[in-house]
């Protein structure tokens, strides 16, 4: 196992009466590309910001590239690259100021560094932020801070509003930190983007981690299993009732359940059930795995009532 | 070498890599002893996380498809053709059997599926011959 860059335990943040995380548990391990998945308000923001030192958890640990943001926030930062969905930046100041403002923080290679990519980037160096167009700006606080060549790489919602040519840009720049072995944590809704770049995701919902694991991992352990009950009040075969299932929708006498670990011959077994017909089964794409931990599963019809244990209320992980 | 990654596809991503290097193979738009970029290049050029390509190129491997030049990198075997040509027609076969299956659970019976897809030969080839 490789040794974690961002270790979270037991985290939880309340504002006033709003419980925005509760009991977050998260390893980063080093040298991937981990993107944190979830709708708005479900607190990717919230937990971006108090692994940066910019929050003070109400309870649990936070560790940093082995520092404690609470305590140590300005060692923090130079070793850690983060770019904000909305950057603040002087806007007075022109491209060169503000980089030649942003190198007294870090190393005499800074400004060096910075030239590389402002021309990469295609960065109007005496231009005003002001004038800048919105995927410039972004482009500009990208541009700073990769000159400060961190050891992480922090970005929330880093292609919300861009144009496609910016958002490959933004996306080409975390595979290529990813093959130099750095450590880049997104967040994101753009499930598709995080698709392709991402070898880890966490999805998010309601201030709790639903899901997470590596992504080949999730979906090739979870399947989605769909079929049609001849008697939709009676109760299912063994075969079924016995399957590892976390989440269940009915529709009529359809029922599609997302089951983990499926054995090939568990499905042979429930594709031959007299009492069952058009058994279908697919590994679900991200995209149906994030929809899936977002939304409240049903109980299926044969669970009585009193028999309250929620299949959805449980942690999933690969 | 272009590369297509469609990640809602169904297919993982690593896989589809694995296909269309192969597919470049029997092409021939990738020749025996030719280089493929290396996992960084081939990363930024489809912006897909590099373990994946890693995943793939080891796949590659694995199938004898990519062979490793000290000190170069990976180039696409000498007897790489014949397998890949194979691997394109083991991929075709999969796909015939599942539109046979769709036909046959849509209720064609075996003989207008039979008649159905030599109809659709012949036109292939007549288009072909054009």
Known sequence: MEPSTISIKGLSKRFGKNLVLR???LQIPAGCVYALLGENGAGKTTLIRTIMGY??????SISVLGISPQNDPFALRRRVGYVSDLPALYDWMSVKQIAWFCSAFYSSSYSENFGRWATQFDLPQETRIRHLSKGMRAKTALALVLASDPELLVFDEPT???????????????VDLAAQGKTVLLSSHQVQEVERVADHVAILHDGKIA??????????????????MRDPLATPPASVLNLNSFHCEVLGRTIQMAVRHLSP????????????MDVQWIRPSLEELFILCTRQSQAPPWEKPWNTKSPGGELLRA | MFLKIDPNNGIPIYDQIVR?????VAEGTLTPGQLVPSVRELARLITVNPNTIQRAYQQLQDDQVLESIRGRGLAVCRTAVKQCVQDRHDL???RLEQVVQEGLRSGLEPE???SLFEKILKQAAKTEEM
Do not use: W
């Open chain 1, 265 to 276: 011959e568990v499905l042979e077994q429930i594709k031959s059930e007299s009492e069952l």
């Open chain 1, 23 to 25: 009991d977050v548990e």
């Open chain 2, 20 to 24: 269309q290097v192969k597919y470049a």
């Open chain 1, 55 to 60: 929050v003070k958890p109400n309870s649990g």
């Open chain 1, 160 to 174: 919300s509003g861009l144009d496609p040519l910016v958002r490959k840009e933004f996306l080409r720049s975390m």
């Open chain 2, 92 to 94: 075709l076969r999969g």
């Open chain 1, 211 to 228: 899901l997470d694991g590596g992504l080949e991992q999730l979906k090739d352990t979870v399947c989605m299993l769909r079929f049609s």
């Open chain 2, 112 to 114: 207008q599926l039979k």
